[in-house]
């Protein structure tokens, strides 16, 4: 059965950098949508960046210019490269490959 497993989580300053890895245990991300998510406290989850099988990428407009997408299919691996933080990008970030989610890792942008 697929498990995706999210690393790279923490705390950072703003204007600090992040980058967010989601390994799969099969290999799947090849013909799946995968997807990076965030649900901060009271609010709901949203959508912050996706790639297609294709490579087609699509981002929230909070996060454009400032957050990539990428995926590396040999090692069955999504990343979300995160620079010039911001306090409101404080949030449980999860990863998704088609219907299946991470557990989700925490980010904390704060002095």
């Known amino acids: 059965q697929v498990q995706l497993g999210e690393s790279g989580g923490g705390l950072v300053q703003p204007g600090g950098s992040l980058r967010l890895s989601c390994a799969a245990s099969?290999?799947?991300?090849?013909?799946?949508?995968m997807g990076w998510y965030r649900q901060a406290p009271g609010k709901q989850r949203e959508l912050v960046a996706s790639?297609?099988?294709?490579?087609?990428?699509d981002y929230a407009d909070s996060v454009k210019g400032r957050f990539t997408i990428s995926r590396d299919n040999t090692k069955n691996t999504v990343y979300l490269q995160m620079n010039s933080l911001k306090p409101e990008d404080t949030a449980v970030y999860y990863c998704k490959a088609g219907i299946i989610w991470g557990q989700g890792t925490q980010v904390t942008v704060s002095s």
């Open positions: 099969r290999s799947i991300f090849s013909i799946v949508t």
């Open positions: 790639i297609t099988s294709g490579g087609a990428t």
